[in-house]
């Protein structure tokens, strides 16, 4: 008899990725139920009691009810915000929290379930300072990093590193001429540095001369190396320049890679890595919602049945 309890998977009306993980799951008899968390409460709706055996209740969508004692696995990939136009300034900042922590708390503290991953171990991850904090313990290479707010401070960084990227802490969309556009990392000199700096965080890193870089995606037990080779400095500005070669970590790199993942209590995420003209890799990032399919379009890594099995608990 097939195992009845649904899939949840939280996401955007409009996610490609979601849709190739949701079909795959359709095809192996898995039921599921997607939300998007920004419908609330128009098209969806919670009804949760706290009870001695956890949160028990109804999430209620246009086509689906999904029992929250029986949730086998949440698939949580940025679902859009909580939004109340019709309500004044005041009042919508009040029902929003309401939102947050109410939906946003049932969701967080189901019974039983397997997050992939639990909200707010993705938001102890997306701190950069904490990421990379930890990627040092847990036995990676991490480039000379400065965060600060002060300009003598980044000139001083930036003439001991000699050649210094700036990345932003987080990356909130611009909206520029009606265009959305992104703050992008770029190498940064004394001479860019003035008085502005101070008006808020700043992320400053000594670059890596590195000959390419590599995507790592971590699915559970699994571990997706694909090298990618550009001339970029930031490869995501350009995908038409890029050529993708899956490779094998080296020695050291999937012990780190678990022991990151279990600092964070994450069961997915997607890590870069520049390697060194030494051959040597050095530690980016890891995103714990990062993209991953157009890797598995673009080499055949089975990375959409890696997910499948892990959020069908089959593995």
Known sequence: MSDPRPVLVVTSLHDPTADVVISELHDRDVPVVRLDSGDFPATLSVEAEITEHGVQGLLVTPSRTADLANVRALYYRRPTGFAFPHLSEQDARFALTQARYGLGGVLASLPGCLYVNHPHRIGDAEFKPAGLATAAAAGFLVPPTLITSSPDAAREFIKARGSVIYKPLSNPVYTVDGVSSAVKVAEVFTMD???????TAHLFQQRVPKVADVRVTV????????????DLLDWRT???QLTY????????IR????????RFKLVFGAFDF???EDGRWWFLECNPSGQWHWLETET???????????????S
Do not use: K, Q, W
């Open 193 to 199: 540095i003035d008085d502005d700096v101070a008006g």
């Open 219 to 230: 699915i559970g037990s699994h571990v997706f190396c694909v090298r990618i080779d550009s």
């Open 238 to 240: 350009d995908y038409s």
């Open 245 to 252: 070669t899956p490779v094998e970590a080296p020695p050291g």
């Open 255 to 262: 012990p780190a890679l678990h022991r990151y993942m279990n």
């Open 274 to 276: 520049a390697i060194g």
């Open 300 to 314: 055949g890594l089975p990375m959409t049945a890696a997910l499948a099995d892990l959020l069908e608990r089959t």
